[in-house]
């Protein structure tokens, strides 16, 4: 193995340290926009918090009562409907919400709307594409640097994935951006449509939690991305500091295997005794 000495030591702790300090913070940013993700897909799917992450909320009031006659969250995937004479929400699929919606006053067609809204206006596929994206970049920073050890080149990169290092966060920054747009500006267009096709009787209000979970999630995407496509960069045109270590353990290499070919010559000198000669990369 190569010598050990102070210069190929302080070398090795700052390759270490960039690394270190690169990729537990990106892991964990990335773990939490994938979190938000899965909140925001799985939103409605169930009568506890998941009820309160609703894309656009749609209720009807009866002239007996100031509460709501009927109200029915839209999610990505589920919808929730809470009558006057419920206690608990019933979240689920839509077949599962007409089932328990039978036999209940409905003039306004509140669950024919939330069910067009969520089947033709929101889209979900740009989240999953960010997910995936978040997953790759993941895969790509907990293989940052990929170090191979043997032969002369005791350390090199395998380059074939460094695209990915660009493109990817790219990918998953301008997917998180336009899923949080698309998001936004349906609830935005839909409640006060609902509104006034409704004169009034209608409320519609626009979900505040998952509005904030669609920026959060660019937000963190940003910052994730920014740093990863930093490290694409170090690893494709500042290599330098890689350089550095290599041609340190090559130059001392070379030097430790002069010094042991010089000492065991003059010991075979005194001795008598004729060696083979020791071969470049021997251990």
């Not at 033709?120 to 740009?126: D, G, K, L, P, T």
């Not at 395998?158 to 998953?172: E, H, L, R, T, Y």
Request: proline share 4%.
């Amino acid at each position: 193995m190569y010598p050990i000495t102070s210069q190929w030591k302080s070398a090795g702790k700052e390759l270490i340290r960039r690394i270190v300090s690169l990729r537990r913070p990106v892991q964990v940013l990335n773990c939490g926009a994938i979190i938000v993700h899965c909140l925001l897909l799985t939103s409605c799917s169930s009568p506890n918090f998941l009820a309160d992450i609703f894309i656009c909320s749609f209720s009807s009031k009866s002239a007996q009562s100031a509460d709501p006659q009927l109200e029915i969250r839209v999610g990505y995937f589920f919808l929730c409907a809470k009558t006057e004479r419920d206690t608990h929400w019933a979240c689920g699929n839509n077949d599962y919400v007409r089932e328990h919606l039978l036999g209940q006053a409905d003039p306004f067609s509140i669950h024919r709307t939330a069910y067009d809204l969520q089947n033709e206006a929101i889209s979900s596929s740009m989240n999953i594409v960010s997910a995936i994206s978040i997953l790759i970049s993941i895969f790509l920073v907990s293989s940052f640097p990929l170090i191979r050890q043997g032969g002369a080149d005791s350390l090199r990169y395998d380059w074939w994935f460094m695209p990915g290092f660009i493109a990817n966060p790219v990918m998953g920054i301008t997917s998180c951006l336009l899923a949080a747009v698309w998001q936004h500006s349906v609830a935005a267009t839909a409640a006060p449509l609902m509104q006034y096709l409704s004169q009034g009787a209608v409320t519609a209000v626009v979900g505040p939690v998952a509005t904030a979970l669609a920026w959060t999630a660019f937000c963190l995407s940003t910052i994730t991305g920014v740093i990863t496509v930093r490290a694409g960069y170090a690893i494709t045109y500042r290599r330098d500091w890689v350089d550095e270590i290599s041609s340190i353990a090559s130059s001392e290499s070379s030097e430790e295997i002069v010094s042991l070919t010089g000492s065991n010559a003059q010991d075979d000198e005194g001795s008598g005794i004729e060696m083979a000669p020791i071969r470049a990369g021997a251990r």
